[in-house]
């Protein structure tokens, strides 16, 4: 016999060390301790991994659950079941013999059940004149009572992998998404920079993703693909910073020039109503700049456009306005229409107006051409944001406000 392990008294089978212990642990339950033995048996299945279990060994542990008459396992009680190997096989979905055989010992090393044989190897019970259970021989349930808080919390660490690994596979989405469309945008837009490479990058990233990942595969994959959205939206910030630095001076010089010939008129004597006085065109009033509404509010009319904020989350203004111009890319509204719209209806506005457009998309026909429209609108003073985020409020089921 090899060391570290010992046989049963009949010789049957060889025995572990660990399952001798298991075996002692399970005789060893607290007074009155019950588990409901389905609840059990779900924890198991939820823990079956870490058991190194197969769904068809867990089928034979429903089976030979199915032999016990209560549905609480309680201490004291007789936790034996005695099935043949035919029964159990019809209760296990005709599983085959040798399979079924495999899939009991399975168990047994898993420490869930126990054998216990009797002298012949036969499983059989054997009762007093009054018809009660005096011995049985079969398969010992006991375990299953002793280990239920430990099946229990195997079960919800099992729960939070789980819950750990399905976040990060989203996460992971959602960064493919964002990287994929920011390279998209700036190669459409012919922004400066060696895009090709990055995109190439890109590309290693996606391709090293295996077709069964584990948590520490995706784990590794995300943090590489946070990094190369950050590069990107860096990138892309260095050149909206040096393209407002540009756009600012030059609003700076118009601004000086007309400060000056302001200045100039006010200092003059006014003599529009002298006799002979030239007629100046009346001044056309400033238009009223479109309300501001709060952020909060927009992200309710307009949760969609959450899915293409960085990290799948807007949480401030500038999240919102680099979102609005992933949705303009993939809307089809040429730069040129967007800028438009900032320059009239302010980068915030506009930002929320792609925002609405975006929970409308399968309405508009010409992205392009209705963001035109309502620009053309705003410029003449006829176009506020209010009716359309309401009108969305009320789609989305949030409550009626006034918003003006």
Same mark, same amino acid.
């Given at each position: ?33 019950? /588990?409901?033995?389905?609840?059990? @048996? $779900?924890?198991?299945? &939820? *823990?079956? =991994? ?5 769904? %068809?060994? +867990? ?99 099992? /729960?939070?992998?789980?819950?750990? @690994? $399905?976040?990060?596979? &989203? *996460?992971? =989405? ?5 990287? %994929?469309? +920011? ?222």
């Amino acid at each position: 016999m090899q060391s570290g392990s010992v046989t049963t008294p009949f010789g049957r089978r060889p025995m572990t060390l660990a399952l001798v212990k298991r075996q002692v642990a399970s005789t060893e339950i607290s007074s009155n301790k019950t /588990a409901d033995k389905w609840k059990v @048996f $779900r924890d198991a299945c &939820e *823990a079956r =991994t870490l058991l190194g279990l197969q769904d %068809r060994a +867990l089928a034979v542990l429903d089976a030979l659950l199915s032999f016990y008459p209560e549905t609480d396992l309680r201490q004291g009680a007789s936790l034996i079941v005695f099935p043949s190997n035919a029964q159990l096989s019809v209760r296990a979905h005709g599983i085959a013999g040798a399979t079924l055989r495999r899939h009991l010992a399975t168990l047994v090393e898993a420490g869930l059940i126990v054998r216990k044989d009797s002298a012949n190897g036969k499983r059989y019970v054997r009762k007093d004149r009054a018809g009660d259970i005096e011995d049985a021989f079969g398969f010992d349930l006991s375990p299953l009572l002793a280990r239920s808080e430990e099946l229990a919390q195997m079960a919800q660490q099992m /729960a939070a992998e789980r819950a750990l @690994f $399905r976040r990060t596979k &989203e *996460a992971l =989405t959602i960064r493919r998404r964002d990287a %994929r469309k +920011l390279i998209s945008a700036a190669i459409e837009e012919g922004a400066s920079g060696d895009w090709g490479k990055i995109e190439d990058v890109y590309l290693a990233l996606v391709a090293r993703i295996p077709r069964s990942p584990t948590i520490h595969d995706l784990a590794s994959i995300l943090e590489e693909m946070d990094l190369l959205c950050a590069e990107i939206v860096n990138q892309l910030d260095d050149l909206d910073i040096s393209e407002n630095m540009s756009s600012n001076d030059a609003h700076s010089e118009r601004h000086i020039q007309n400060s000056k010939t302001e200045s100039t008129d006010e200092l003059e004597p006014s003599s529009r109503n002298e006799p002979g006085a030239k007629a100046e065109p009346e001044m056309q009033p400033l238009r009223e700049p479109l309300k501001a509404f709060p952020l909060s509010m927009v992200m309710r009319a307009c949760p969609e456009i959450t899915m293409y904020g960085q990290g799948g989350t807007i949480s401030n203004w500038r999240d919102l306005m680099a979102a609005a111009v992933v949705v303009r890319s993939m809307l089809g509204v040429s730069p040129t229409a967007y800028q438009d719209a900032c320059d009239v209806m302010g980068p915030e506005n506009a930002a929320v107006a792609m925002a609405c457009m975006l929970e409308r998309a399968g309405h508009i026909n010409s992205a392009g051409g209705y963001l035109r429209d309502l620009t053309a609108k705003a410029r003449r003073g006829e176009f506020s944001l209010g009716p359309m985020l309401m009108a969305l409020l009320r789609a989305n089921g949030s409550p009626d406000r006034q918003v003006g």
